[in-house]
Nanobody, 127 residues
Framework: QVQLVESGGGLVQAGGSLSLSCTASGRLLSLYAVGWFRQAQGNEREFVAA????????LYADSVKGRFTISRDSAKSTVYLQMNSLKPEDTAVYYCAANRMYDSATYLHTSSNYDLWGQGTQVTVSS
């Protein structure tokens, strides 16, 4: 059974950077399209970024475009989310998710299209 584990969260000042990692155990993450979602306290879970299996497609929420970069290292079965120029409104629990069925931009921003989820990692940006 595939398990996803996020790491790299923490506390950072506004304008700083963090790099999140999502690793998989049990099966190669290269077989899956992967997305990052976040949920701030009191808010619904929202899409942040996604990357297709082939890496040809990457998607970003408008709120993070130009600041966040998603990438994958298939050899390490890891997907990364590099977050730069962080803002207090980026504070949330960040989750990685994976799915084998959907691999196009039409579907990768929708959380219900993912069937594997990690436990989440807290990112806190202080002003």
């Amino acid at each position: 059974q595939v398990q996803l584990v996020e790491s790299g969260g923490g506390l950072v000042q506004a304008g700083g950077s963090l790099s999140l990692s999502c690793t998989a155990s049990g099966r190669l993450l290269s077989l899956y399209a992967v997305g990052w979602f976040r949920q701030a306290q009191g808010n619904e879970r929202e899409f942040v970024a996604a990357i297709s299996r082939s890496e040809r497609t990457t998607l970003y929420a408008d709120s993070v475009k130009g600041r966040f970069t998603i990438s994958r290292d298939s050899a390490k079965s890891t997907v990364y989310l590099q977050m730069n120029s962080l803002k207090p409104e980026d504070t949330a629990v960040y989750y990685c998710a994976a799915n084998r069925m959907y691999d196009s931009a039409t579907y990768l921003h929708t959380s219900s299209n993912y069937d594997l989820w990690g436990q989440g990692t807290q990112v806190t940006v202080s002003s």
